[in-house]
């Protein structure tokens, strides 16, 4: 199975070293890689895998991505995706944390990478083209597509706001009866261990935290540590961008204010936190990988092989639920869209998603010198305009484009 499988996992791993700008960037690579250079899958299912992991908490790029593997292979191959597309990035974040004291952050965020994300923008502005024709049809899909782009653009970062476009945009479609399903596919068999292992697991990591905590257990910092990275790995929408803040606010804000009663609290200096949110920007993959950075910050006291284990804790607590809810839940989906209700509702959600993707675009390139009448802002418009060409008209691989961009930035 492994050696079948082979030139799908050597795209899968060209794909986590170039994969930069966050999951609505990653989407627009995945097209290039996965469904125009070799169609691994097709444009539809692609966009359906990418609007049921939207719907579910954690790390939707991850979890698209380990649905491509799934539907080629099966669990065994769903798992390898995973570890394949993970690894590079929490290995360069992980390993940060054990650079940081020797690192600048004006060195590391800027230079070579300063039109990354004027790249990432074409990346989007391309995902944007590939998605638009196949989710905006009619009068109301245009409408959810309107209503959502407006609403990201206002309540951006918000944990709840994008599960609520999907599922209005779902609703909304649902008021006209046309359209009803016409697949005849095998129904899939629902394995429950994985949904039982996930909540097992959560409901542990809850009791033997606080235990620890409780009694005040000489080690029990690793299992803070897990409880507190699996906990948002389970419970976050929206993405890294959403991830960021959370873990500021646990690990850098709370502390401040239970020290008094809990001295044994994880803590991570604010200014390490901030050099760490500009590494990971500039780090190709999943940004849940920064997990790996704070897991090593977390355990930096106790010496280099528990900050080595923080690392580990760190990857492990916050892409493991998202692994088990996405292979839980999408035989469930998959058995639902034979119903005319839930087949109705994939048309406002595609349209909710276009919204989201147009929003996001926007966001990304709030801080991207476009309009300024400089050399950078000429610069960083020919970027876009030209990441989103290549892509579109031409069949140069991604890598090419990032590799471009990183030499741009560092003779210029």
């Known amino acids: 199975m492994l050696i079948r499988h082979l030139?799908?996992?050597?795209?899968?791993?060209?794909?986590?070293?170039?994969a930069f700008g966050g999951p609505q960037a990653h989407l627009g690579m995945m097209f290039k890689n996965f469904v125009h250079k070799t169609p691994y899958v097709t444009e539809k299912e692609l966009m359906e895998y990418n609007t049921f992991c939207q719907l579910l908490?954690?790390?939707?790029?991850?979890?698209?991505?380990?649905?491509?593997?799934y539907k080629r292979g099966g669990v065994p191959l769903a798992i390898l995706t995973l570890l394949i597309w993970i690894l590079p990035a929490s290995i360069i974040m992980g390993g940060f944390s054990f650079l940081l004291p020797y690192l600048d952050q004006q060195k590391v965020g800027g230079g070579v990478f300063r039109f990354i994300p004027p790249m990432a923008a074409g990346f989007l502005g391309f995902a944007i083209l590939r998605i638009f024709p196949l989710a905006i049809k009619n009068t109301i899909t245009w409408v959810i597509m309107g209503v959502s782009l407006i609403a990201t653009a206002l309540l951006f970062g918000r944990p709840w706001l994008i599960p609520v476009?999907?599922?209005?945009?779902?609703?909304?479609?649902?008021?006209?009866?046309?359209?009803?399903?016409?697949?005849?596919?095998?129904?899939?068999?629902?394995?429950?261990?994985?949904f039982w292992l996930f909540g097992i697991i959560f409901l542990a990591a809850g009791f033997f935290s606080e235990t620890a905590r409780t009694n005040n257990w000489p080690e029990r910092k690793p299992l803070n540590l897990f409880e507190n990275t699996y906990r948002m790995g389970s419970l976050v929408f929206g993405g890294g961008q959403v991830l960021l803040p959370m873990m500021y606010e646990q690990w850098s804000v709370r502390p401040n204010t239970v020290r008094?009663?809990?001295?044994?609290?994880?803590q991570i200096d604010q200014r390490d936190f901030y050099m760490?949110?500009?590494?990971?920007?500039?780090?190709?993959?999943?940004?849940?990988s920064f997990a790996s950075f704070t897991g090593g910050l977390s355990l930096k006291k106790e010496g280099p092989w528990m900050q080595l284990l923080g690392c580990l804790i760190g990857t492990i607590a916050i892409f493991l639920?998202?692994?088990?809810?996405?292979?839980?839940?999408?035989?469930?989906?998959?058995?639902?869209?034979?119903?005319?209700?839930?087949?109705?509702?994939?048309?406002?959600?595609?349209?909710?998603?276009?919204?989201?993707?147009i929003a996001s675009t926007i966001y990304i390139s709030r801080d991207i010198s476009l309009l300024e009448i400089n050399t950078t802002s000429s610069i960083n418009l020919l970027v876009i305009v030209s990441t989103v060409l290549l892509l579109r008209f031409t069949k140069v691989i991604s890598p090419l484009i990032v590799a471009a961009c990183l030499l741009l930035g560092y003779f210029l």
């Open 276 to 288: 760490g949110m500009g590494m990971v920007q500039a780090v190709p993959g999943p940004l849940f």
């Open 57 to 69: 908490p954690g790390a939707s790029s991850t979890q698209t991505l380990t649905l491509i593997g």
């Open 321 to 357: 639920p998202s692994a088990l809810l996405v292979l839980f839940f999408f035989p469930i989906w998959h058995n639902l869209k034979k119903y005319a209700g839930i087949y109705r509702s994939l048309e406002g959600i595609n349209a909710s998603i276009v919204g989201i993707l």
């Open 260 to 266: 008094d009663k809990n001295p044994n609290v994880i």
């Open 7 to 18: 030139p799908f996992l050597r795209a899968v791993l060209s794909h986590s070293l170039v």
């Open 165 to 194: 476009l999907l599922i209005a945009g779902g609703v909304a479609t649902n008021f006209s009866r046309k359209r009803i399903p016409q697949l005849e596919e095998k129904p899939k068999q629902i394995r429950w261990w994985n």
